[in-house]
T-cell receptor, first 117, second 111 residues
Framework: AQKITQTQPGMFVQEKEAVTLDCTYDTSDQSYGLFWYKQPSSGEMIFLIYQGSYDEQNATEGRYSLNFQKARKSANLVISASQLGDSAMYFCSTPPRFYNQGGKLIFGQGTELSVKP | DARVTQTPRHKVTEMGQEVTMRCQPILGHNTVFWYRQTMMQGLELLAYFRNRAPLDDSGMPKDRFSAEMPDATLATLKIQPSEPRDSAVYFC?????????FGPGTRLTVT
């Protein structure tokens, strides 16, 4: 069964500094993907970045990048140049297998990031 | 800017009442997901559809929950009868391929 672990319930970072949010996963699938979502206090879930297991390059999307280490089964999110608006909950997840019938999407417990001015 | 819409945004109801939540996925998306978020359980997948066909609803209590897609522009999640433990934020998400875009959620309180 798929499992996502986020070991940091809360993180603090100084504005303009970089921060890494940890995510490890456990799956027996050969092909899989990992998502990161941001949930600000308003409650909406915002898609940030996606990494496919066969992607050779680490995914990047603006100030967001993924430090994907397949052998260690980790997909850590790196936010560069933190901004006050980055304060939110961040969830790592793995999606259903679209090429198969069934499969639950699993979310980690989340990391609450607080950016200090 | 296409978005997933959900109605109602907030719902307060009494135990035993029927609750229906609606979702309009982004036009052209072929997958629709229902999630529930609580402090204790985090985010849980309840059901998902692909091309309007239910693919997985194993996360949903079958005795009281039902999810349907009467057409490509509408997904519904119904709870009958509702119970206090159903209090949560219910998210709908839609996607085309692997990305999923979430709606704003319906905050349900069952008293």
């Amino acid at each position: 069964a798929q499992k996502i672990t986020q070991t940091q319930p809360g993180m603090f970072v100084q504005e303009k500094e970089a921060v890494t949010l940890d995510c490890t996963y456990d799956t027996s699938d050969q092909s899989y993907g990992l998502f990161w979502y941001k949930q600000p206090s308003s409650g909406e879930m915002i898609f940030l970045i996606y990494q496919g297991s066969y992607d050779e390059q680490n995914a990047t999307e603006g100030r967001y990048s993924l430090n994907f280490q397949k052998a260690r089964k980790s997909a850590n999110l790196v936010i560069s140049a933190s901004q006050l608006g980055d304060s939110a909950m961040y969830f790592c997840s793995t999606p259903p297998r679209f090429y198969n019938q069934g499969g639950k999407l699993i979310f980690g417990q989340g990391t609450e990031l607080s950016v200090k001015p | 800017d296409a978005r997933v819409t959900q109605t109602p945004r907030h719902k307060v109801t009494e135990m035993g009442q029927e609750v229906t939540m609606r979702c309009q996925p982004i036009l052209g998306h072929n997958t629709v997901f229902w999630y529930r978020q609580t402090m204790m359980q985090g985010l849980e997948l309840l059901a998902y559809f692909r091309n309007r066909a239910p693919l997985d609803d194993s996360g949903m209590p079958k005795d009281r929950f039902s999810a349907e897609m009467p057409d490509a522009t509408l997904a519904t999640l119904k709870i009958q009868p509702s119970e206090p433990r159903d209090s949560a934020v219910y998210f709908c998400a839609s996607g085309l391929g692997l990305e999923q875009y979430f709606g704003p959620g319906t905050r349900l309180t069952v008293t």
